[in-house]
């Protein structure tokens, strides 16, 4: 079965610093993943998804995220952090298209500090 | 194009009682699925429904159960409630089973005292 593993509960940057947010995940099948972004109070607002084709992916909000095959990573980037950013990320994985079986990963709390 | 909605989206119960929560997915999508999330435990899959069958179901208690209706409106039902269940229930929609990407409600956060 699949699984992500997110490096870091709590990430905390400075407003306009980069952004990395890190996820592993493991698969026996070619991969489908994906970050989704949760607002306190909120549902999960899907910020982007790598399927098939190129490997580096852009989301909404500027951010984007590189899948690393050999690496077995998928780790989100922002150049510049703002303060609307501060939320919980998760990340995702599904055995390919057949995503009746999505695998959450345990949350990254980003913080933004003025 | 209205997004998925979840009702209630608070409600205080307590143990040993029963709890329904209802959830409208976007027009069009024929799939729901519903999510438990805990800080403990992270978000956890339920079960999923397509066409008003069942199609995949979660590692949880028969205590949890749900049905989905031909408007493809779903309730999902947990009876004898404990302590444990506290916790944000999470509703997904999309086109169809097993493929196509899940669109989230904002959750009916349950509280069992």
């Known amino acids: 079965a699949q699984s992500v593993t997110q490096l870091g509960s709590h990430v905390s940057v400075s407003e306009g610093a980069l952004v990395l947010l890190r996820c592993n995940y493991s698969s026996s099948v070619p991969p489908y993943l994906f970050w989704y972004v949760q607002y306190p109070n909120q549902g999960l607002q899907l910020l982007l998804k790598y399927t098939t084709g190129a490997t580096l992916v852009k989301g909404i909000n500027g951010f984007e995220a590189e899948f690393k095959k050999s690496e077995t990573s998928f780790h989100l980037t922002k150049p510049s952090a703002h303060m609307s950013d501060a939320a919980e990320y998760f990340c995702a994985v599904t055995p390919g298209r057949n995503n009746n079986d999505m695998r959450f990963g345990a949350g990254t709390r980003l913080t933004v500090k003025p | ?113």
């Open chain 2, 1 to 113: 194009k209205a997004g998925v909605t979840q009702t209630p989206r608070y409600l205080i119960k307590t143990r040993g009682q029963q709890v329904t929560l209802s959830c409208s997915p976007i027009s069009g999508h024929r799939s729901v699925s519903w999510y438990q999330q805990t800080p403990g435990q992270g978000l956890q899959f339920l079960f999923e429904y397509f066409s008003e069958t069942q199609r995949n179901k979660g590692n949880f208690p028969g205590r949890f159960s749900g049905r989905q209706f031909s408007n493809s409106r779903s309730e999902m039902n947990v009876s004898t409630l404990e302590l444990g269940d506290s916790a944000l229930y999470l509703c997904a929609s999309r086109m169809a089973a097993n493929t196509g990407e899940l669109f989230f409600g904002e959750g009916s956060r349950l509280t069992v005292l």
